[in-house]
């Protein structure tokens, strides 16, 4: 399994929206990395049914991204992932801050998955070994090297204010709209000390031709850039970087958790999905009048962190407005990259 890492520049600027322009997501759902992909295919081979025949296929499969945190001082990397949902047994009461951990980094997770009780779906937490940062994310206390504030954040929300300059009513025209900023953590002398990325996993079982061509296209979506208001330069990224991730931590067949957003392709398979929630994707207009019509089709998808008991495999959905202009379909990925648990 490789991991793609998004290295980005102190201070990037992402709108990865959440249903409105007020929420915003801290990771790059896998739909929205797919369609990024796929732009950049057909950008550069005018082939973009290709890539979406390759996920369609299996031939390679893509997580959602998550934030990671490297070290400038020896360039350890301290990955996160999504807050499985299980119960967690903790060793003491907890408060509200435990209760809104929403990652848990790579070795967090492994303690994590070492005290699952499988058919109870539940794991134990030592709250002595832990740091939750921001209310969001825990990792534990030997990870970091630095003296750090709860309060510290290396994603930080901020909102902006914005004038729809196209609309023909002026009313309503004013708006604000949330976006995220990656920023450095820092140590008590305010010196940076860990650069905040953004990184995803691929299985793949590409040819060597299909291989290049997907690489090719991963150095051109950093110019690119992924999710919304890119012409106020959101969502560029510095470098990619590939590397190979240790999924040693990861074993068994009776449980499984997923990275990315998925859409079962049968009542069968949803059927294997014991804890789990819903988002809804899609919706919007194309531009074309605000008319219903030409708007996107919504789907519902399982959420990251999501616990299913058998492998699944999802679908992708065609998300076509009833009246499309375009020579393209539009489509929303909802293959399941899914890890063993237990």
Do not use: W
Not at 62 to 81: C, Q, T, V
Not at 105 to 114: H, M, P, Q, R, V
Not at 133 to 160: P, W
């Amino acid at each position: 399994m490789k991991a793609i890492i998004l290295k980005c520049k102190p201070g990037s600027l992402f709108r990865l929206g959440e249903c409105s322009l007020v929420d915003v997501s801290h990771i790059i759902h896998s739909d929205t990395l797919f369609s990024a992909i796929t732009n950049v295919y057909e950008l550069v081979y005018e082939s973009g049914e290709e890539f979406v025949k390759l996920v369609e296929d299996n031939k390679i499969i893509l997580s959602s991204a998550f934030p990671l945190l490297e070290s400038l001082k020896d360039g350890n990397l301290i990955y996160f992932l999504p807050k499985p949902k299980i119960q967690f047994d903790f060793n003491k009461e907890v408060g509200k801050k435990e209760k809104k951990i929403q990652f848990f980094s790579l070795k967090a997770i492994d303690k994590i998955l070492k005290s699952l009780i499988t058919n109870e779906f539940q794991a134990r937490i030592d709250l002595n070994e832990i740091h939750i940062l921001d209310e969001k994310y825990c990792f534990l206390k030997d990870e970091v090297t630095i003296q750090l504030d709860n309060n510290s954040a290396f994603i930080k929300e901020i909102i902006f204010p914005k004038t729809a300059v196209h609309k023909e009513n002026r009313e309503d025209a004013f708006y604000f709209q949330t976006d995220i900023q990656l920023v450095p953590l820092c140590d008590e002398n305010r010196k940076s000390c860990y650069n905040p990325h953004f990184y995803f996993l691929m299985q793949e079982n590409l040819s060597n031709s299909e291989y290049k061509k997907f690489i090719t296209c991963l150095r051109i979506l950093a110019d690119e850039g992924i999710g919304g208001d890119r012409g106020s330069g959101r969502g560029f990224i510095d470098e990619v970087i590939i590397k190979e991730f240790d999924t040693s931590i990861f074993s068994g067949n009776n449980l499984y958790m997923s990275l990315s957003l998925v859409n079962p392709c049968s009542q069968e398979e949803f059927n294997e999905v014991v804890y789990y929630d819903l988002m809804k994707r899609g919706g919007g207009s194309l531009g074309l009048e605000g008319k219903e019509e030409n708007h996107k089709k919504q789907v519902k998808m399982v959420t990251e962190g999501s616990i299913i008991k058998k492998r699944i495999k999802g679908r992708i959905v065609d998300i076509s407005p009833m009246v499309n202009f375009y020579k393209h379909k539009i489509y929303r990925n909802g293959k399941a990259f899914l890890i063993p648990i237990g």
